[in-house]
T-cell receptor
Framework: EPEVTQTPSHQVTQMGQEVILRCVPI?????FYWYRQILGQKVEFLVSFYNNEISEKSEIFDDQFSVERPDGSNFTLKIRSTKLEDSAMYFC????????????FGQGTRLTVV | KQEVTQIPAALSVPEGENLVLNCSFT??????LQWFRQDPGKGLTSLLL?????REQTSGRLNASLDKSSGRSTLYIAASQPGDSATYLCAAYTGTASKLTFGTGTRLQVTL
């Protein structure tokens, strides 16, 4: 069964460093998303991406964040200069073109900023 | 702005009980509603997706209902088992990007 794959599963980085979280969405999907979950809090929407551009972003998704689909298969989230408060589980999701279809989630990348 | 609320925040039941988890949302203009399970420190496991035109979905011991007009969904778990212990999240699809807005979850513990 097709699945969304995220790498790495865990990443530890020093404050101020840049990190790139990687996702391989399901191959025929057209909509891509990043969500994050700070420990003990709810899952929050960060950004959606369609047709090679951001279609919607939350107030969390400031200039420190960027997304890219560099090669038609990967979908990446870059955090330019990490802060302690960026420590969270980051989930990638993808879905097909029809608004009624389900979003499929990866298993997440746990980012720890020290 | 869509707000999703789940009640109760935590629930402890003995094995074998039937139980109901509640989810409410403020904006009824949703596409779908989805229930997830999350084990501690783990990812999201999709349980049931209810499309906006449907009123309920069933999978095994799970049954989810959706009433868009009242802004509510319920997840019914029959004959609960210790393996059902987890946090259950509901999430509503809204907006042009069909993004998900998640509730804070109900933490369920099923005891022997």
């Amino acid at each position: 069964e097709p699945e969304v794959t995220q790498t790495p599963s865990h990443q530890v980085t020093q404050m101020g460093q840049e990190v790139i979280l990687r996702c391989v969405p399901i191959s025929n999907h057209l909509y891509f998303y990043w969500y994050r979950q700070i420990l003990g809090q709810k899952v929050e929407f960060l950004v959606s991406f369609y047709n090679n551009e951001i279609s919607e972003k939350s107030e969390i998704f400031d200039d420190q964040f960027s997304v890219e689909r560099p090669d038609g298969s990967n979908f990446t989230l870059k955090i330019r200069s990490t802060k302690l408060e960026d420590s969270a589980m980051y989930f990638c999701a993808s879905r097909s073109w029809d608004g009624n279809t389900e979003a499929f989630f990866g298993q997440g990348t746990r980012l720890t900023v020290v | 702005k869509q707000e999703v609320t789940q009640i109760p925040a935590a629930l402890s039941v003995p094995e074998g009980e039937n139980l109901v988890l509640n989810c409410s949302f403020t904006d009824s203009a949703i596409y779908n509603l989805q229930w997830f399970r999350q084990d501690p420190g783990k990812g999201l496991t999709s349980l049931l997706l209810i499309q906006s035109s449907q009123r309920e979905q069933t999978s095994g011991r799970l049954n989810a209902s959706l009433d868009k007009s009242s802004g509510r969904s319920t997840l019914y778990i029959a004959a609960s088992q210790p393996g059902d212990s987890a946090t259950y999240l509901c999430a509503a699809y809204t907006g042009t990007a069909s993004k998900l807005t998640f509730g804070t979850g109900t933490r369920l513990q099923v005891t022997l």
